[in-house]
């Protein structure tokens, strides 16, 4: 059977700024108190110069974070904010942005905050498609609690908590987000503003949940986990930069690329001058189904970081979570008063003696 659900209209209520503001106006006057040299100051400064661009009034942003480094997030950002508890942040967003449209709702986690207590959270927020934007900060190892393996964490990692290796097989947040039919998934660097920004600009303007995964260095536990992406003499063979309407291109002299191969999957070819640029694969960001997305996800490798794509995966339109609510609930309101005792002496009761 097929359920028609409505079309939501768009997101027009978050009430706009009466006055230009800069990325001044949104530093608080806490001192910011990171380990020197993490990625998450890069990570603040960038979010900080791009919320003027939103125009939207500070007291109408809200940064919702769980526990971990990355949860220190809303001391800093002159907004309003709430440091929550372990892996509940995008539960507790999604109460605020369903009862007040008003607000722009943004989530900060991390790896081992979304993808291991708060796993479940995390999963039901992406397939409701719920109106806000979660930033996760991947840097594959607890940080906060002083470097044990997380869930993204590769095979053989040696930490604290696994002295001899892990054995765990690590998740994928791209590929676990494309699976719940997120509507906006996306993954970038801390180190690359320009890039970080321009996928920050494409998630606010999304109509939905938007994950964007970031990938970002833990210099006391975990430093140099994304060094072949960064690295000024191996990242262009390593990373794949995903635009969409354009042939997937990389390598120093974009002399790589990737293909669709004769049974539908995707594959990495190392000279396109013998395909003559033909057999490349055009990125479709806002295709409806996900698999190709998805397989874009599958290419990188985690141990060496080769054919790792950065960019906007899937950028689709959905009914968005909130606006279901808001007309489910002006529907009920239009059909009168509700019987309550009715509902709860409903046809499972029965009195017994």
């Given amino acids: 059977m097929t359920i ?6 768009a997101l027009s209520l978050v009430p706009k700024a009466d006055a230009p503001q ?3 106006d949104f530093k608080s006057d806490q001192e910011v108190r990171w380990c020197p040299g993490c990625g998450d100051y890069a990570i603040l400064a960038a979010v900080q110069s791009f919320l003027p661009e939103l125009g939207v009034r500070r007291e109408n942003i809200v940064f919702v974070s769980g526990i971990g480094c990355s949860s220190r997030f809303p001391y800093y950002m002159n907004t309003y904010g709430m440091h929550s508890i372990h892996g509940r942040a995008p539960a507790i967003a999604t109460g605020l942005s369903t009862s007040r449209p008003d607000l722009s709702v943004w989530v900060v986690t991390g790896d081992g905050d979304a993808l291991s207590i708060g796993g479940n959270h ?7 498609n719920v109106n806000i934007k979660i930033l996760l900060f991947n840097n594959r190892i607890y940080g906060l609690t002083k470097g044990q393996y997380s869930p993204t964490s590769e095979a ?5 908590s696994t002295p001899m290796g892990s054995i765990d097989y690590p998740f994928n947040p791209i590929s676990v987000a494309l699976g719940a039919e997120a509507s906006f998934v996306a993954r970038t660097i801390d180190s690359d503003r320009k890039h970080l920004v321009g996928v920050l600009r494409a998630a606010a303007a999304h109509e939905g949940t938007a994950l964007v995964e ?4 833990c210099n006391i536990f975990n430093d140099g986990a994304w ?7 191996i990242r262009e063979d390593n990373l794949i930069r995903l635009e969409h309407g354009q042939p997937i291109r990389f390598g120093r002299d974009g002399q790589k690329g990737v293909a669709r191969r004769d ?3 995707l594959m990495v070819v190392d000279d396109v001058s013998e395909c003559g640029g033909e057999c490349l694969w055009v990125h479709d960001a806002h295709a409806a189904e996900p698999s190709t997305a998805f397989a874009l996800s599958r290419l990188a490798d985690f141990t060496t970081l080769e054919h790792t794509a950065i960019g906007v995966f899937r950028d689709v339109a959905r009914p968005v979570y909130d606006q279901l609510l808001a007309q489910q609930l ?3 309101a239009a059909a009168g008063p509700g019987d309550l005792a009715g509902l709860l002496r409903g046809r499972d009761t029965w009195t017994i003696g």
């Fill in 122 to 128: 995390f999963l039901h927020a992406l397939r409701r």
């Fill in 330 to 332: 002006d529907r009920a």
């Fill in 156 to 160: 053989g990692k040696i930490t604290k």
């Fill in 22 to 24: 800069t990325a001044k």
């Fill in 4 to 9: 028609d659900l409505p079309t939501a209209p």
């Fill in 263 to 265: 049974d539908g999957m």
């Fill in 227 to 233: 060094d072949p992406l960064k690295d000024a003499g």
């Fill in 214 to 217: 970031i990938y970002q260095n």
